[in-house]
T-cell receptor, first 114, second 112 residues
């Protein structure tokens, strides 16, 4: 596809359930980022993948959060035992990597934990 | 933690007026970028300014960077109702990081 694709667009889940969010980056983009945005707030960095390097997981808020990326393609963000505080829009972005490269964002997944 | 902080948090103007948003950051940077977000979804890149640049233009957008004050401004001239959105600055290069770090954004409303 032409842009970054995220699925699902919306997800409602019950507290305590696990969820998986998917991101398809732009082909050829070696860098991939996950961010979380709570209502009315800024973007909170979660995790960064760059090529085959070890991911930068410094933004993950707890061990309930994990992410994987297959090579330079699809990434999944998994949240285990969801809590109401996890409700937010989860945004994925990809770029060519390196300083000053433009990040292209998907439309996000709006997660609601009830 | 937030690197960039935009102000004001909210701005309401009439169509045709200019809108100015500011961004301050804490540590040294290589680049600063401005993004726009409609309706709380995906962000769209507007403009990038490098640390050795002081001003940049793109259409109705003008960005300035003052590294001595660790601040940047985004000016939108002759605003339109369609400019209504949230605007974020993002910095990278702090500590060798290539991860764009975003502020909380300025919510701009342009009244027709």
């Amino acid at each position: 596809g032409a842009g970054v694709s995220q699925s699902p667009s919306n997800k409602v889940t019950e507290k305590g359930k696990d969820v998986e969010l998917r991101c398809d980056p732009i082909s050829g983009h070696t860098a991939l980022y996950w961010y979380r945005q709570r209502l009315g707030q800024g973007l909170e960095f979660l995790i960064y993948f760059q090529g085959n390097s070890a991911p930068d997981k410094s933004g993950l808020p707890s061990d309930r959060f994990s992410a994987e990326r297959t090579g330079e393609s699809v990434s999944t963000l998994t949240i285990q035992r969801t809590q109401q505080e996890d409700s937010a829009v989860y945004l994925c972005a990809s770029s060519l990597g390196g300083a000053g490269t433009e990040a292209f964002f998907g439309q996000g997944t709006r997660l609601t934990v009830v | 933690s937030q690197q960039g902080e935009e102000d004001p948090q909210a701005l309401s103007i009439q169509e045709g007026e200019n809108a100015t948003m500011n961004c301050s950051y804490k540590t040294s940077i290589n680049n600063l970028q401005w993004y726009r977000q409609n309706s709380g979804r995906g962000l769209v890149h507007l403009i990038l300014i490098r640390s050795n640049e002081r001003e940049k233009h793109s259409g109705r957008l003008r960005v300035t960077l003052d590294t001595s004050k660790k601040s940047s401004s985004l000016l939108i001239t002759a605003s339109r109702a369609a400019d209504t959105a949230s605007y974020f600055c993002a910095t990278d290069g702090s500590g060798g990081s290539y991860i764009p770090t975003f502020g909380r954004g300025t919510s701009l409303i342009v009244h027709p």
